[in-house]
């Protein structure tokens, strides 16, 4: 197993280096949110080879490949596609702002890029233990799936919505409500959450892997209590038009039928 766990370090490493080198040509922080899901791609990618010729069962293998590989493949493109043309993200420039000077390289790497790597690392270990299980569970591996395509879903739907909404210029200043916004105020992240459990569960069918619960309760509670919601709801008050109505009817996180007006 420590084979495995340093084999995801290095491709955790090499992603973050890349985002790294990325982000200064581009003079902006914000692209590691691009490299992101692509690390755990690459964790992916690497247990995968890895575990090629071993004992580990071609099933259980195939399912985590795909399913991260689809989760992050999808996310990356749709960050990607949303910050093309735009400038730091407001986060990131709070992050950076008493770090400026010929020491902003090393204050970058240490509060932004280390940070980044060693959660990445941390999370993605469902995947590096479960790419190993020899004997998995398959009704675990039928239900993680199930429960990774609905939060995959749910989060594409979410993405797709909003991203059609925010490009109309009629929009602009005016909140979401409508579609799987009325029914979440944040569908987007609870999808990830979901599917990040459906991905937990097929890797812990092979037994092993139930050892590192801890990675999807982090994953969930950065969502929903740190870097996800809070931030963001923040901003929104502040800038969206009826955005405290909206709040009053609509459920934070998971989804249920809104309140009447």
Sequence with gaps: MLPGLLLSLVAVVAT????FVVGRVRHRYRDIDVFWPLGFVAVAITGFLATAGSEAETLQRFLLLATVTLWGGRLA???AWRSRGQGEDPR??????????????WAAIRKVYALQAALLWFVSLPITVGMRAEHPVLILQIAGTVIWFLGWAI???ADKQLTDFLADPANRGRVLDSGVWAWSRHPNYFGDATAWWGMFLIAAAGGWAMLTVASPVLMTWLLTSVSGKPMLEHRLHRSR??????VARTPGFVPRRPRRS
């Design 92 to 105: 990131y420039t709070a992050i950076m702002r008493s770090s400026q000077g010929p020491g902003e390289p």
């Design 16 to 19: 973050i280096v890349v985002a």
């Design 241 to 246: 038009e009826g955005y405290d109505e909206y």
């Design 77 to 79: 493109t749709h960050l």
């Design 155 to 157: 989060e594409g739907a």
